[in-house]
Structure formats: structure tokens, C-alpha cells
């Protein structure tokens, strides 16, 4: 790959969703030059896999705004007002039991500089991909304006962490000053610092990454044909059009939304009913109403007109010693450094941060399988206890998170410290920890 008088460093990301093409942006927007290598044919994959949902509190909302995105922000999504608790069995006849209801607090939301959006994940790809490409301004239109290129198709079979060099499965080789991991945890380049960490070469994510026994399913509900449906008017009119939906229940959970400002609703599962060691873009074998399970009608319903679904496994991640390869030139962020769990509340903000603090990581990915443990209480004491709280507060006119010195607060307080972050306070550091590179740019 010829160099020529390229400003900046070259920068080579392997992965192009969000993770990558975010961290694109932002070496774009400080003078280096980016290659976005992609597997998939076209940008977040076929068009057969349904898209999810992205879910983005405020400290991710925030960035894209600073971005300039605003109004494609605005255009695709909703703003969540919260969420909806009901129990997962327990409803009488066709309807729900209702726990109670979770309101962002405004000051809170005020506080952290952002709010809580809603995009389709396809939607949210895009926005960020035409950021990543869109031509210098006339004043930056010049030879050495820093631009990203994005290659679909793009699979990558070997990375040499020394030379820096990227082998393609096509045969062609690219050469980059650094190169930026965000294939997820199932990619080569975790799998690539796991096998120089542990001194075994065939270390695999597989071998080390291992399951918990839940998975997350994934579908789509169209509102044409949800609303055929009686019940289903209450996860699309207002006020519940802006309100998610969390229904807790014995080893299994489910969370709805509105596709942003697709007229689509999203159901998510946690279930043990599902072993498909599929992704994000591959459709699974089994449908949603094969994975369900035992719950309320209404949920029995939109899992019969969901659309085919995505599962994808939850797994204890084997812990990198480090996110950096021994030669410095390599580095691993968003899910190839701190896998968080599929569908969690903050997986995304993380992926748009580039978040290099590993404390903070590790916090909010703890926070994030607390929550999801709290969903997912096999019934008994503790299960019964969370209930009780849920409904006294439901019953006082509180939020039904709201419980001082409980672990619900704590899940409360969590939320404080994650949506309340600046992410610029840390670039900084991030560049003085890698500084070699900043050092080489301004050789």
C-alpha cells in the first residue's frame, strides 16, 4: 500500500460497525488517515437479518451531538422516557402484571449532558458511516485532508502485531502505522492478543470465552401487525410510545422498544432455550416463539408475529492482560477488549466512547450483568424480595427502581456515574498512555 505524502498516521480498523467506524470519526477529525476493513458485503450485513435495536443513554447521545450529528440523530430516533416493569408470567386473562414504571429524571438527565435515544441499529450505522466518509469541507479540501475509506467484504486472516501488517482472504495485504481492533469478541484481533498473552498459538475465543446458559433472541414485530392484536396497543400509544418495556422473570426476561422512528417494535429474550452460536448477521435456526417460553400471552402473541430472529449466546469472556500487543502497534477496543453482554444498556455509549479506562469498563460491564441478573432471578427469596420492592414503590408513586440503600439504588447510582461521563476528559490520557503514536505523527 502506497503511503505517498499522507498526513498524520495510517490507521487500519478491522470491524466497521459502530465501535469502528466511531473510532474512524474521531482519528479522522485529529489528522490521521483510516482503512475500515469490513467482512460483511454491505454495511451491517444482509438485509434478510432483521435490524435491532440501539439503544443509547445520554454520556452516547452526547457524543454524536458534539459530533455535529444532531439532526440525523433527531430524524431516526425517539427519546426514551424509561421503561415499564412487568413480570414475564403471573398476568390474569390477556393482560400483563404490571410492577410499575421507571421515569428518567429530567435534572438527572440535565445533569449528564445528553438523554436516552432510540435508533435501529441499521439507522445509527448509517449516520456514523456517512460521518466517517463525507468529503473535507471546501476550506479542508486539500491533498493531505485526512480521509477514511471503508472496503466491504474485507475478511481478514492474519495480522502480523510487529510489521503491522493486515492479510486479507483475498490475498491482499495492507500495511498501517497501527492497527484498531473493533471485530467484536469473536474477532481475530482478541483472538490475536489472546494467543500472544496466554504463548499459545492456538488459543482460541471459543475455547476460553465460555457460556452461561442464557442467550439473547432478537425479532421484529411490524406495528401493521401488531396491532391486529389488542394488547399490543400498549407498546405503541401514547404514553407508552416512548416507554420501553422490562419484564422480569424466572431465568428468562424480555425488553421491547420501538425501532426509533421505524414503525417497528423490538423484542429482545433472555432464555435458556437457545445453544445457536449465531451473531448479529446471521438469522437463527429457531424462531422467537420457539425460545420464549412460558409467559404471558401478550408476550406469547408477539413472539408469534415476530419476524426471524437473531440469537446470539452469553458468555464469561476470558480477561486480556492488556489491550495493547507487545509491539504497541496494536490495540483492541469496544467488545474485542471488554466484551459486554448482548443487548446490555450500555454496549453501545461504550462502543461510541472508545473507552480505554479499564476500570470504568469493567464497572459499567459489571453494572450492566447485574442488571441483567436482576431480570433474570430464578424465583425463590431473593426474587420474591425484588418484587416487593418493585411494587411498594409502584404503589407510593415512586419511580420502581427508587430504594435507598438497595441493590436496586446501586443500579441507580451506576447509571449516575455512566451517563454523567465526559469523554473528552480522558483523551488526554488515552494519547499520553499510547504517545508513541502522537510522538511519530509530529516527527
Not at 450500555?346 to 441483567?372: P, V
Request: charged letters at 25%; proline letters at 5%; aromatic letters at 6%.
Amino acid at each position: 500500500m502506497s503511503r505517498g505524502d499522507e498526513s498524520g498516521l495510517h490507521f487500519i480498523i478491522i470491524g466497521g460497525s459502530i465501535a469502528g467506524l466511531a473510532s474512524a470519526i474521531a482519528l479522522r477529525a485529529s489528522g490521521h488517515n483510516v482503512l475500515v476493513l469490513e467482512q460483511e458485503r454491505q454495511l451491517g450485513g444482509s438485509d434478510s437479518v432483521p435490524s435491532g435495536v440501539a439503544r443509547v443513554p445520554p454520556n452516547g447521545s452526547k457524543i454524536l451531538f458534539d459530533w455535529g450529528l444532531g439532526p440525523e440523530v433527531i430524524e431516526n430516533t425517539i427519546v426514551s422516557e424509561g421503561f415499564m416493569v412487568y413480570k414475564y408470567t403471573g398476568g390474569h386473562g390477556p393482560g400483563l402484571d404490571c410492577v410499575g414504571l421507571n421515569r428518567w429524571d429530567p435534572e438527572f438527565l440535565t445533569e449528564a449532558r445528553g438523554d436516552f435515544r432510540i435508533f435501529r441499529h441499521r439507522d445509527l450505522l448509517h449516520i456514523l458511516y456517512d460521518a466517517a466518509i463525507r468529503p473535507p469541507t471546501p476550506n479542508d479540501a486539500s491533498k493531505l485532508s485526512p480521509k477514511v475509506t471503508v472496503l466491504f467484504g474485507a475478511e481478514v486472516v492474519h495480522i502480523d502485531m510487529d510489521l503491522c501488517s493486515v492479510s486479507l482472504r483475498s490475498g491482499d495485504i495492507h500495511i498501517g502505522d497501527a492497527v484498531i481492533g473493533a471485530d467484536g469478541a469473536g474477532g481475530i484481533v482478541r483472538q490475536s492478543l489472546m494467543r500472544e498473552q496466554l504463548e499459545d498459538p492456538t488459543a482460541t475465543v471459543d475455547k476460553y470465552d465460555l457460556p452461561t446458559g442464557l442467550s439473547v433472541c432478537s425479532a421484529n414485530i411490524s406495528k401493521v401487525d401488531g396491532l391486529t392484536v389488542p394488547e399490543f396497543a400498549k407498546f405503541y400509544q401514547s404514553p407508552h410510545s416512548n416507554l420501553g418495556t422490562v419484564c422480569v422473570g424466572s431465568n428468562r426476561g424480555a425488553l421491547t422498544s420501538i425501532l426509533g422512528k421505524s414503525t417497528e417494535l423490538a423484542l429482545s429474550v433472555y432464555t435458556p432455550d437457545c445453544s445457536d452460536r449465531g451473531g448479529w448477521t446471521r438469522v437463527a435456526d429457531k424462531k422467537m416463539s420457539d425460545v420464549i417460553g412460558p409467559c404471558d400471552i401478550p408476550f406469547q402473541n408477539l413472539a408469534a408475529y415476530a419476524g426471524p430472529s437473531v440469537c446470539i449466546q452469553i458468555k464469561d469472556h476470558h480477561e486480556l492482560e492488556s489491550w495493547v500487543s507487545e509491539s504497541g502497534r496494536v490495540v483492541v477496543l469496544g467488545d474485542a477488549a471488554h466484551p459486554f453482554p448482548p443487548a446490555a444498556m450500555n454496549c453501545y455509549a461504550i462502543a461510541l466512547e472508545d473507552e480505554h479506562r479499564r476500570d470504568r469498563c469493567f464497572r459499567i460491564r459489571n453494572a450492566d450483568k447485574h442488571y441483567i441478573t436482576t431480570l433474570t432471578l430464578p424465583d425463590g427469596e431473593v426474587q420474591e424480595s425484588r418484587d416487593a420492592l418493585m411494587r411498594a414503590n409502584q404503589a407510593a408513586g415512586r419511580n420502581v427502581m427508587d430504594a435507598p440503600e438497595s441493590s436496586l439504588q446501586d443500579i441507580i447510582d451506576e447509571m449516575r456515574m455512566v451517563f454523567g461521563y465526559e469523554p473528552t476528559d480522558d483523551a488526554d490520557e488515552w494519547w499520553m498512555s499510547w504517545g508513541r503514536l502522537r510522538d511519530a505523527s509530529e516527527a
